[in-house]
């Protein structure tokens, strides 16, 4: 598997949930918006889909066998590929991101 990068929020403007989710709802995409609270945990898993995933709040840590932490604050996107195995915690402000299944 290639390794993972976070895409960090390097645009001029500051970071803006609300313009992620206008952005998201404009185009053809289905995406979801969900949260988890502070320190939440997730065992090692993995999706049949690619998932593009958006910090909006907070911040969440993806561990991916072989690869360093990748942690997402505001603005981060991810895209984990189908098949990627993850398990995930979530950091101590909790986490509010935004997905979409590619």
Same mark, same amino acid.
């Given at each position: 598997?290639?390794?993972?990068?976070?895409? =960090?929020?390097?645009? !001029?403007? !500051?970071?803006?949930? =609300?313009?992620?989710?206008?952005?998201?709802?404009?185009?053809?995409?289905?995406?979801?918006?969900?949260?988890?609270?502070?320190?939440?945990?997730? !065992?090692?898993?993995?999706?049949?889909?690619?998932?593009?995933?958006?910090? +909006?709040?907070?911040?969440?840590?993806?561990?991916?066998?072989?690869?360093?932490?990748?942690?997402?604050?505001?603005?981060?996107? +991810?895209?984990?590929?189908?098949?990627?195995?993850?398990?995930?915690?979530?950091?101590?402000?909790?986490?509010?991101?935004?997905?979409?299944?590619?």
């Amino acid at each position: 598997m290639p390794q993972l990068a976070v895409q =960090t929020w390097a645009a !001029a403007a !500051a970071f803006s949930p =609300t313009g992620v989710q206008a952005e998201l709802r404009g185009g053809s995409r289905p995406h979801q918006e969900w949260s988890n609270g502070p320190h939440t945990r997730y !065992a090692e898993h993995t999706h049949p889909f690619e998932k593009l995933l958006i910090c +909006l709040e907070g911040s969440i840590v993806f561990y991916v066998p072989g690869q360093r932490a990748l942690e997402l604050r505001p603005g981060d996107r +991810l895209v984990l590929p189908a098949g990627a195995r993850h398990a995930v915690r979530v950091g101590p402000q909790g986490v509010r991101c935004v997905e979409v299944h590619r």
